[in-house]
């Protein structure tokens, strides 16, 4: 089966648009207000650091953590810059969200589980979170209410376009061997889909996540490669906010512009099977981190 994908690939990858690398000749979005959720985790450090630099200097920042002190160690400093503001909450804290979402145009939710764990919420709860905090600031806005464009971190898997490139069996197997993460998405996207009036959505729908060196990321809303790495994806998620030809786009692919990528399949087929024993042993990884505690005093 991997073999039968790994030629399918090979004779699509071809047909990628080349790698838009456009900040040079492409108009520019100015957004002025931008906010950012999951900032701690490996998608939203990418995207923070990008916005640190000092091309957005006069950028107001806004980012909300669980853990001030997870993103004081990854950002030393950070509360100290100039135009950034840090809020510690839960994400179920709508009066804290609604302070922290005040006058921002532009929100990026990089929040997920990469793990297929039964009951995982953190999506909707964060959607439900948002959504309560954007209709208090709408009814309590003085002119006409701007809605910020909401830039979900979604999946390929939920695109049909980028579905119906994957053969079947495999695109079985993704869907249940992330099947928790998908459905805590899923429920996420139907929240803020529901609330056009409220903000307006764009999906950003990556393959496998990958830690690897930066190769140059391609947005398409056509293909996906097999994999982005975490820096490519940091930086198609800037491009999309911050490029006009993106403004209206509601979904879009970003892959890793390399192409040699089929040496991710064996790191992708250990994902897979890791969540497709957590699918059907609902135990598994309860077992697998206590079987990690015990041979290595730690969890993975
Ligand atoms: N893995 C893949 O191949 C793949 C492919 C396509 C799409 N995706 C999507 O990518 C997402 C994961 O992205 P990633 O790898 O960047 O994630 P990550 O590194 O695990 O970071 C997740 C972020 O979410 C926060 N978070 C998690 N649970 C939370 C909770 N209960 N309350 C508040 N914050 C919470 C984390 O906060 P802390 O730092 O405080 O823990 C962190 O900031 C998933 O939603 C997945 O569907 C993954």
């Known amino acids: 089966m991997a073999l039968v994908y790994e030629l399918f690939l090979l004779s699509h990858c071809s047909h990628f648009r080349p790698p838009m690398f456009s900040f040079g000749n492409m108009p520019l979005i100015e957004p002025s207000r931008v906010c950012i959720l999951g900032a701690t985790g490996r998608t939203g450090r990418g995207v923070l650091q990008i916005f640190l630099s000092e091309r957005y200097r006069n950028l107001e920042l806004h980012i909300y953590v669980r853990s001030q002190a997870k993103l004081l160690a990854l950002f030393p400093g950070i509360e100290s810059y100039a135009g950034v503001k840090v809020f510690e909450g839960s994400i179920t804290n709508v009066k804290l969200l609604t302070q922290c979402l005040s006058g921002m145009d532009t929100i990026i939710t990089t929040l ?3 793990e297929n764990i039964p009951g995982v919420r953190v999506l909707n709860d964060a959607a439900t979170t948002t959504v309560s905090a954007l209709e208090t600031l709408s009814q309590e806005a003085t002119y006409d209410w701007n809605r910020p464009r909401l830039i979900l971190l979604s999946s390929a898997t939920w695109n049909t376009n980028f579905a119906a490139a994957r053969p079947r069996p495999v695109h079985w197997a993704i869907r249940n061997a992330f099947c928790y993460s998908y459905e805590d998405l899923l429920r996420a996207q139907a929240i803020y889909a529901a609330q056009p009036q409220l903000l307006q959505l764009c999906l950003v729908q990556p393959p496998a996540l990958i830690e690897e060196e930066p190769t140059g990321h391609i947005l398409s809303t056509e293909k996906v ?39 991710h399949l064996p790191e992708m087929g250990r994902r897979i099977v890791r969540g497709i024993l957590a699918r059907y042993a609902p135990w598994y990884f309860a077992l697998e981190w206590k079987l990690w505690g015990l041979l290595f005093g730690h969890s993975t």
């Open 112 to 114: 997920g589980e990469n």
């Open 225 to 263: 490669s097999l994999a982005v790495s975490y820096a490519d994806l940091a930086a198609g998620i800037v491009e999309i906010v911050t490029s006009e030809a993106y403004r209206d786009t509601s979904a879009i692919g970003v892959s890793s512009a390399s192409e040699d990528q089929l040496h």
